[in-house]
């Protein structure tokens, strides 16, 4: 007996040619077929080993200077990944010795600082920040005041709020690995907080989501960030009051991202 005798196929099955979600997956008796149970395995377990990886803060540190970038680095009151998943408060909060050395390291009051996060998953701050950043560099201002960038351990969102007021900057945006899904154990975030501080919250930043190669590419998200990190300098604000009008901004222009 073969497969397609014993595999029910579901309608749907063309779906998956367009989307790496798990559907259609067709069924054996009242159960999933074998290779699917064994996908299944697979992807949650890529799913766990993102979120326990570490990021490789050197190769990270030398790729950035190697573009051209000045790097800092800080870590959470987090010390080591257990405590970060159990304790998302610490992840938050900046470490003080590492707080003091930025406040001493700071060029300035500056417009705009870039933070680098390991987050929930290192796979994908390892992997993206350098392309998207590549991406984005020659759309920024060249009036632009940069910081320079932090890559930060055992970091969450908020993190980037005291970096950012540690270094003096007008706006902070952060780059982290998210919350590794069934089919995505990479995904990067982007956070942007206009005037970061401590005590800032989420409805009062803004963020762009599912930045990877098979979500939103790194030149499409590049451009929408250049358009947030522009118009929250202009108004002088993020989170609910900004709406993201970069596709507006694209149609104006008479051009596509």
Not at 50 to 74: C, I, P, S
Not at 127 to 133: I, Q, V, Y
């Amino acid at each position: 007996m073969s497969k397609d005798d014993i595999v029910t196929p579901s309608p749907w099955a063309e779906w998956r040619e367009a989307t790496p979600a798990r559907l259609a997956l067709g069924r054996a008796g009242a159960g999933m077929p074998t290779d699917e149970v064994l996908r299944f395995g697979w992807a949650h377990a890529m799913a766990r080993d993102a979120v326990h990886a570490v990021l490789d803060v050197k190769a990270l540190e030398t790729g950035l200077r190697d573009a051209g970038w000045e790097v800092l680095q800080a870590r959470s009151r987090a010390p080591d990944r257990p405590t970060y998943l159990r304790r998302p408060d610490l992840g938050r909060r900046l470490d003080e010795e590492d707080a003091a050395r930025l406040r001493a390291a700071a060029p300035g009051p500056c417009d705009l600082c870039l933070v680098i996060g390991d987050g929930l998953s290192a796979l994908a701050a390892g992997r993206h920040p350098l392309p998207l950043l590549g991406a984005l560099r020659p759309l920024l201002p060249d009036s632009l005041a940069l910081a320079p960038i932090v890559i930060a351990t055992q970091a969450r969102v908020a993190l980037a709020d005291e970096i950012g007021e540690a270094l003096g900057a007008r706006l902070a945006v952060m780059l982290i690995g998210e919350r590794p899904g069934l089919s995505s154990p990479d995904i990067l975030g982007i956070y942007l907080t206009h005037d970061p501080r401590r005590g800032r919250n989420d409805a009062q930043r803004n963020c762009i989501s599912n930045v990877r190669p098979e979500g939103l590419p790194f030149e499409a998200a590049a451009f929408r960030l250049a358009w947030f990190i522009r118009e929250s300098l202009r108004r002088g604000l993020t989170g609910v009051a900004l709406k993201d009008e970069s596709t507006q901004a694209v149609l104006d222009a008479g051009g596509t991202t």
